[in-house]
C-alpha cells in the first residue's frame, strides 16, 4: 500500500522554527520528485517546494523561498520541510505529495493526510 | 508567476447533470494542466494530468480539455460522490494552483 505520513505539527510562535517529517513506504521513494502544499483553513491550496528524486534541484514559492527548506533521506524514506522564521500566515495544513514521474512534473498522484500548523503567540 | 483562475467559484447541480468547470491561465502553458478532487477534511486526489489525460481509477464520467490558456473539466453526469471541490493547477513553471470551485448539490 502506497502511503505517505506526515508529522511535526504544532502549535508554535511567531518567529520560531519548524521541521516537518513525511515517512513514505509502499513505493520506492528514492525513485520519486516529492512536494510539499498547504492549505490555509478556508482556503485552497498553495504549492510551497519540491525536490528532484536525488535531492539535487529543489524549487520554492515566492512566499516560503529563504525561510523554508525541503530535504529528503532517501536512506531512510523521507521527506523533509523545515520551516523558519514562521509567520501568521505559515498557518495551515502541510500536505506531502508524491510527483508522478521520475521527475519533477508537478502532477502530485499520491497524497499524505496532512499535519496541521498553526502559527500564533 | 503564472496565475491561474477558476470558473465559477460555486456551482449547484442535482445529479445526472452535466458540469463543467473553466480554468484560465494568466500566459500559455501548453498542456501542462491537472486537476485535483477534494472533498471536506480529505487530502486532494488526482483526477486529470496533462490536461486531458485521466489517472488511473478515475471515472471516465470525468474528463478535460484545453490547451494554451483555456481549459475545462467536464463531469458528464454528476454522482453523489462528486460533491466536492475541485482544483486546477499549471504544471508548466513550478505548481499554482486555482482558487477552487465548489460543486453541490441543488
Known amino acids: 500500500q502506497v502511503l505517505l505520513v506526515e508529522s511535526g505539527g504544532g502549535v508554535v510562535h511567531p518567529g520560531r522554527s519548524l521541521r516537518l517529517p513525511c515517512a513514505a513506504s509502499g513505493f520506492t521513494f528514492s525513485s520519486s520528485s516529492m512536494h510539499w502544499v498547504r492549505q490555509a483553513p478556508g482556503k485552497g491550496l498553495e504549492w510551497v517546494a519540491a525536490i528532484s528524486y536525488d535531492g539535487i534541484d529543489k524549487s520554492y514559492a515566492d512566499s516560503v523561498k529563504g525561510r523554508f527548506t525541503i530535504s529528503r533521506d532517501n536512506s531512510n524514506n523521507t521527506l523533509y520541510l523545515q520551516m523558519n522564521s514562521l509567520r501568521a500566515e505559515d498557518t495551515a495544513v502541510y500536505y506531502c505529495a508524491r510527483d508522478r514521474y521520475l521527475w519533477t512534473s508537478y502532477y502530485m498522484d499520491v497524497w499524505g493526510k496532512g499535519t496541521t500548523v498553526t502559527v500564533s503567540s | 508567476d503564472i496565475q491561474m483562475t477558476q470558473s465559477p467559484s460555486s456551482v449547484s447541480a442535482s445529479v445526472g447533470d452535466r458540469v463543467t468547470i473553466i480554468c484560465r491561465a494568466s500566459?500559455?502553458?501548453?498542456?501542462?494542466l491537472a486537476w485535483y478532487q477534494q472533498k471536506p477534511g480529505k487530502a486532494p486526489k488526482l483526477l486529470i494530468y496533462a490536461a486531458s489525460r485521466l489517472q488511473s481509477g478515475v471515472p471516465a464520467r470525468f474528463s478535460g480539455s484545453g490547451s494554451g490558456t483555456d481549459f475545462t473539466l467536464t463531469i458528464s453526469s454528476l454522482q453523489p460522490e462528486d460533491f466536492a471541490t475541485y482544483f486546477c493547477q499549471q504544471a508548466n513553471s513550478l505548481g499554482t494552483f486555482g482558487q477552487g470551485t465548489k460543486v453541490e448539490i441543488k
Open positions: 500566459q500559455g502553458i501548453s498542456t501542462w
